[in-house]
């Protein structure tokens, strides 16, 4: 038990997927997941472990934003020992370069967010996810014509930000594909622990031609980007 998980010790897997939305986690466990059992519901948080391929895989829900994020996934590093951990998470295009669907493997991260500033002060970390994780992924996307693009994301603390198109057009001529609001703090907490992490997205809203992915077909649109992030976090 930690405090926000109520899971007891060994009911996490080492291998976990992190979705923000709670019944996504459910939706993934219930769909690719065997042997599946829910080990915590606080605050409606869910949490599930099951066998993948014959791996003990688990899907824990993080909500929305890094500081939520951040309780989630310290808690499973440290309190429950987890070694691998791949975001799976939805995004907003800023470029042409990607379209509304299309799977992103993210191998860096720019951010505006104060917990940057609280934890480096004056330092512009560089955030980049686990090469081995990375190498995998782009692997299996290549292999099965599923065809995920590569590139970084801007991981924003403001869901509705004033000056958003400024922003965006500044990160788009930096060669930024898109925006969403965790991974900076997953490629951090990845680095001081020395944990395998990595983020896969999937375009959900497209910022450049003002649409978005209807919400009755979000969940299944989802599912390339979970069997590229299962076949990759399993061994
Ligand atoms: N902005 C930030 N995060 C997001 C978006 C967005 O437009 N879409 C999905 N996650």
Same mark, same amino acid.
């Given at each position: 038990?930690?405090?926000?998980?109520?899971?007891?010790?060994?009911?996490?897997?080492?291998?976990?997927?992190?979705?923000?939305?709670?019944?996504?986690?459910?939706?993934?466990?219930?769909?690719?997941?065997?042997?599946?059992?829910?080990?915590? #519901?606080?605050?409606?948080?869910?949490? *599930?472990?099951?066998? %993948? /391929?014959?791996?003990?895989? $688990?899907? &824990?829900?993080?909500?929305?934003?890094?500081?939520?994020?951040?309780?989630?996934?310290?808690?499973?590093?440290?309190?429950?020992?987890?070694?691998?951990?791949?975001?799976?998470?939805?995004?907003?295009?800023?470029?042409?370069?990607?379209?509304?669907?299309?799977?992103?493997?993210?191998?860096?991260?720019?951010?505006?967010?104060?917990?940057?500033?609280?934890?480096?002060?004056?330092? #512009?970390?560089?955030?980049?996810?686990? *090469?081995?994780?990375? %190498? /995998?992924?782009?692997?299996? $996307?290549? &292999?099965?014509?599923?065809?995920?693009?590569?590139?970084?994301?801007?991981?924003?603390?403001?869901?509705?930000?004033?000056?958003?198109?400024?922003?965006?057009?500044?990160?788009?001529?930096?060669?930024?594909?898109?925006?969403?609001?965790?991974?900076?703090?997953?490629?951090?907490?990845?680095?001081?622990?020395?944990?395998?992490?990595?983020?896969?997205?999937?375009?959900?809203?497209?910022?450049?031609?003002?649409?978005?992915?209807?919400?009755?077909?979000?969940?299944?649109?989802?599912?390339?980007?979970?069997?590229?992030?299962?076949?990759?976090?399993?061994?």
């Amino acid at each position: 038990m930690s405090l926000h998980i109520s899971a007891k010790n060994g009911e996490i897997a080492e291998k976990v997927l992190l979705p923000g939305d709670p019944l996504r986690a459910k939706f993934i466990a219930e769909t690719y997941l065997e042997n599946v059992s829910c080990y915590t #519901n606080i605050r409606g948080m869910l949490g *599930f472990t099951g066998e %993948y /391929k014959g791996q003990r895989v $688990s899907v &824990q829900g993080t909500g929305m934003g890094m500081p939520s994020f951040s309780i989630y996934a310290n808690e499973l590093i440290n309190d429950y020992n987890c070694k691998k951990l791949i975001r799976v998470g939805t995004c907003g295009s800023i470029s042409e370069k990607v379209n509304l669907k299309d799977v992103i493997l993210v191998n860096g991260t720019h951010t505006d967010s104060s917990i940057y500033k609280t934890r480096f002060k004056d330092i #512009n970390f560089s955030a980049v996810p686990s *090469f081995d994780l990375l %190498y /995998k992924a782009y692997n299996i $996307s290549k &292999q099965s014509s599923l065809s995920a693009k590569v590139g970084t994301v801007l991981v924003t603390d403001l869901f509705y930000m004033d000056s958003a198109k400024e922003i965006n057009e500044l990160m788009k001529s930096y060669g930024t594909l898109a925006i969403e609001m965790e991974s900076a703090e997953l490629y951090a907490l990845g680095a001081k622990f020395g944990v395998d992490v990595l983020t896969i997205l999937t375009v959900s809203d497209d910022l450049v031609k003002n649409k978005a992915v209807a919400p009755k077909d979000r969940q299944t649109t989802f599912t390339q980007m979970m069997e590229i992030a299962l076949d990759t976090i399993i061994d």
